[in-house]
């Protein structure tokens, strides 16, 4: 024990590997590759698929060289009248950027709520909202639907964006960050400075929660960019999101999966631009994160 008896002092065990200057193995890179290769595959895949032709996906042999028909199926899903790829595109943009900003903005309230103020039902409510991701959401939708008609909003982009301004797990994700984050003595100093609940949570919590509101970001607007059942639910095909738009292509008699595979590496590829430049900093922000936790 220490001289003010409120601190133990433990003895520091030396932990191998970077702290002692040494790099990682052979195993650790050798298996960083599997896991980079594996997850690359599918995109891969339907990269040579998409390259091809209309006989390409029923060969006997595989090829496991692209052919040279991308840009001309890239060129077929963008022209065509009725995928309307460029509106889809729009759409999905939109509806993405909403929900992801709503479900952080909400997510990191409730969750600094939930972790740092103490109010009556507090664990009740959050162990309600946890209980909320067990159930499935198709047993919401015809429900869902009639509410959307009733408000006159089907068919339109808010019949997508409105359902998922709130996460049950951005605020689970939100209240196990910040309990561990962002310390009483922070919110203490704010209130004695004569600062309010709500300029405490801008000025202290949410810088404090950034690393984790850039994951939660990331995570909400992927799932929404790749959302199909409730958008191809409630949308018009003429106002459609962009999984929505894709599925069009195998609305025909024939569908030619070349250009199915090369719609969907289009759809992809803003994706991998978000993780080029956001990349750098999402990493950056969880280990500055980690770093002050």
């Known amino acids: 024990m220490t001289g003010t008896g409120l601190l133990e002092r433990r003895p520091v065990r030396r932990?191998?590997?970077?702290?002692?200057?040494?790099?990682?193995?052979?195993?650790?890179?050798?298996?960083l590759t599997a896991v980079m290769l594996g997850s690359m595959f599918p995109i891969y895949w339907s990269f040579l698929i998409g390259s091809g032709d209309a006989s390409t996906i029923n060969q006997q042999d595989i090829v496991w060289w692209p052919g040279?028909?991308?840009?001309?199926?890239?060129?077929?899903?963008?022209?065509?009248?009725?995928?309307?790829?460029?509106?889809?595109?729009?759409?999905?943009?939109?509806?993405?950027t909403v929900v992801a900003a709503s479900v952080v903005l909400f997510s990191t309230l409730a969750g600094f709520a939930f972790a740092k103020l103490r109010f009556r039902g507090r664990n009740g409510l959050l162990i309600f909202v946890i209980a909320t991701m067990a159930v499935p959401t198709q047993l919401g939708v015809v429900p869902l639907f009639i509410a959307m008609s009733q408000l006159q909003l089907a068919g339109t982009l808010w019949a997508v964006i409105l359902p998922a301004v709130v996460s049950a797990f951005g605020v689970f994700w939100m209240t196990q960050y910040l309990a561990q984050a962002l310390p009483y003595e922070l919110i203490e100093a704010a209130r004695v400075d004569g600062a309010s609940m709500i300029r405490t949570f801008w000025s202290v919590a949410l810088p404090a929660a950034r690393p984790a509101a850039a994951m939660l970001?990331?995570?909400?607007?992927?799932?929404?960019?790749?959302?199909?059942?409730?958008?191809?639910?409630v949308l018009d095909r003429q106002n459609p999101t962009l999984p929505v738009a894709l599925s069009l292509l195998q609305s025909n008699y024939f569908v030619d999966y070349s250009v199915v595979m090369a719609g969907v590496i289009l759809s992809t590829i803003?994706?991998?631009?978000?993780?080029?430049?956001?990349?750098?900093?999402?990493?950056s922000g969880i280990m500055q994160g980690a770093i002050k936790g």
Do not use: M
């Open 15 to 31: 932990r191998r590997g970077l702290e002692n200057g040494q790099r990682p193995g052979w195993k650790a890179y050798g298996f």
């Open 68 to 96: 040279g028909n991308f840009l001309t199926n890239a060129a077929a899903v963008l022209e065509s009248d009725s995928v309307n790829f460029w509106k889809a595109i729009g759409n999905s943009i939109i509806v993405s």
């Open 217 to 233: 970001a990331l995570f909400i607007f992927i799932a929404t960019w790749t959302n199909f059942f409730w958008p191809f639910i």
């Open 270 to 283: 803003p994706l991998l631009i978000l993780f080029v430049v956001a990349g750098r900093h999402l990493v």
